[in-house]
Every structure is written in C-alpha cells, then in structure tokens.
T-cell receptor, first 116, second 114 residues
Framework: AQSVSQHNHHVILSEAASLELGCNYSYGGTVNLFWYVQYPGQHLQLLLKYFSGDPLVKGIKGFEAEFIKSKFSFNLRKPSVQWSDTAEYFCAVNAKTTDSWGKLQFGAGTQVVVTP | KAGVTQTPRYLIKTRGQQVTLSCSPISGHRSVSWYQQTPGQGLQFLFEYFSETQRNKGNFPGRFSGRQFSNSRSEMNVSTLELGDSALYLC?????????????FGPGTRLTVL
C-alpha cells in the first residue's frame, strides 16, 4: 500500500535556526508532491508543490523542497526560521494511479515550534 | 477570488444522530474532496466529487456519504454518529481533481460527538 512518512513528529528550534523536515513516500510510479502548512487556528495552506522539472522547488515564505527520486524523498527546508513559522507541516503525495482522482495521501504531520 | 468555505465551523452532536456538512468550492473549481483529520489517524481521504458524481472513495464505512450539486457545492453526511467520528472535516477544491491539479483547503468543520 502507498504511504507517506514524515520522520519527525515534533521539532523545537530557535529563531534563525535552519529547518529541515523529512518526507518519504512509498510508490514506484509517477507522483506529484506537496507540502502544506497549518498555522494555529488557520486552514491548510499550500507551501509548495512539485510536478515535474527542476527537483528543487521554491515556495512561499522562503521555503524550498528537494525531490530526490532515487530516495523517494521530498524534504522541506528553510535556512532561517522565524517565530511565525510555528505550525504543523504536512507532506502530501498524489500518485498517478487509476483511482487517484482528487485524492491526496498525507503524512502524519510535523509540529514545528520556533522559540524567540 | 474567494477561497473554499465550509459551514458550519463547529458542531456538537450526540451519538446516534446524523449530521450534514457543507462546502462551497473556489469559483470555477469543479472537483471537491473531503478529508477527515484526527490526532490519531491524521488526514484521511473520504471521497471526491466531480460533476455531481462520486468519482473516488476512501476506506470509510457507508455511514459517510456525500453529494455534489450542479453549482459544484458539496455536502457530506454522517449518519448514526459514533464517538470516533469526532474530528475536523476538511473540504478541498480543485479545477478538475486530476492528477496534476492542486487542492485548496477550506477552514474545516469541527465535529464533536458526545
């Protein structure tokens, strides 16, 4: 069965520290990859997405992610976090299958807390 | 352009009751997907509707159903509520729900079953 794994459930770091969140998926076919963020009290928002082309994608708020096909990974990075980056981050995969209509498979999420 | 809207935002029901949740997609979007978010199971896909037809379905019991109207608005119904149905129910819309589409999420409906 397809699955999406996020390595860390909770991450605590200080402002200006660098952030890297791991995401691995298990599907050998074509995939589209997403990172969503859920700020406290707000709805899920798209941070960035990878469909094809350059495996290094840039998103909003200084985030970027790298797709490494050989490792089935799509890790999220930010060089210097701010307190406002405190949120829950979700990796999601849309696998190209016969029943992929409107279906995203999500990782369990990583709660990131940035301390001042 | 207005985002995805969901009503109501909060609901409290008791076991055995039924509930209907509503979702209005972004204008021009024809695909609506529903997800259940719980602390234990995370985000799980319920079903997807396109052109008033359910096109995809997750692994949820038949108590969970939905429909879509000609204006693309969608409703989700849960019958015979159980305590475990307490969750945040999220609706997402996309242009056509295809493999290359991006889904945009609403704020969710927080359902509490007592």
């Amino acid at each position: 069965a397809q699955s999406v794994s996020q390595h860390n459930h909770h991450v605590i770091l200080s402002e200006a520290a660098s952030l890297e969140l791991g995401c691995n998926y298990s599907y050998g076919g074509t995939v589209n990859l997403f990172w969503y963020v859920q700020y406290p009290g707000q709805h899920l928002q798209l941070l960035l997405k990878y469909f094809s082309g350059d495996p290094l994608v840039k998103g909003i708020k200084g985030f970027e992610a790298e797709f490494i096909k050989s490792k089935f990974s799509f890790n999220l990075r930010k060089p210097s976090v701010q307190w406002s980056d405190t949120a829950e981050y979700f990796c999601a995969v849309n696998a190209k299958t016969t029943d992929s209509w409107g279906k995203l498979q999500f990782g369990a999420g990583t709660q990131v807390v940035v301390t001042p | 352009k207005a985002g995805v809207t969901q009503t109501p935002r909060y609901l409290i029901k008791t076991r055995g009751q039924q509930v209907t949740l509503s979702c209005s997609p972004i204008s021009g979007h024809r695909s609506v997907s529903w997800y259940q978010q719980t602390p234990g199971q995370g985000l799980q896909f319920l079903f997807e509707y396109f052109s008033e037809t359910q096109r995809n379905k997750g692994n949820f019991p038949g108590r969970f159903s939905g429909r879509q109207f000609s204006n693309s608005r969608s409703e989700m119904n849960v019958s015979t509520l159980e305590l475990g149905d307490s969750a945040l129910y999220l609706c997402a819309s996309s242009l056509e729900g295809s493999f290359t589409d991006t889904q945009y999420f609403g704020p969710g409906t927080r359902l509490t079953v007592l």
